[in-house]
């Protein structure tokens, strides 16, 4: 996994940052941390990140992982905090409205 500058990632991830997540077919994609959440707990924080699709008809996809940029191996896990992400943004985009 590289930074959006080629280099390997280390340190925790940031706002903004684009990490290149290797495909199952050999190529690379382009995902931004959009979140950051912490889990009240236990402590442990999550990002969530997302790549946007050059196709307009596409929906973006998001995963999720740790601040060091692993991805999450809990599925169950990771839909919990993308789920609680998007009903974050959505407030926010709601009170932003307002």
Do not use: C, R, W
Request: proline share 4%; no cysteine; net charge negative.
């Amino acid at each position: 996994m590289t930074t959006n500058n080629g280099e390997t990632k280390s340190g925790p991830l940031e706002l903004s940052e684009i990490l290149y997540i290797e495909t199952k077919d050999g190529g690379e994609l382009p995902f931004e941390v959009v979140g950051i959440l912490e889990d009240p707990d236990d402590g442990s924080s999550y990002a969530v990140l997302m790549h946007e699709p050059q196709d307009e008809e596409a929906e973006s996809e998001f995963i999720v992982t740790d601040l060091e940029g692993n991805l999450l191996e809990d599925d169950q896990l990771a839909q919990e905090i993308l789920d609680e992400f998007l009903v974050f943004a959505e407030e926010a985009g709601d009170e932003g409205e307002a």
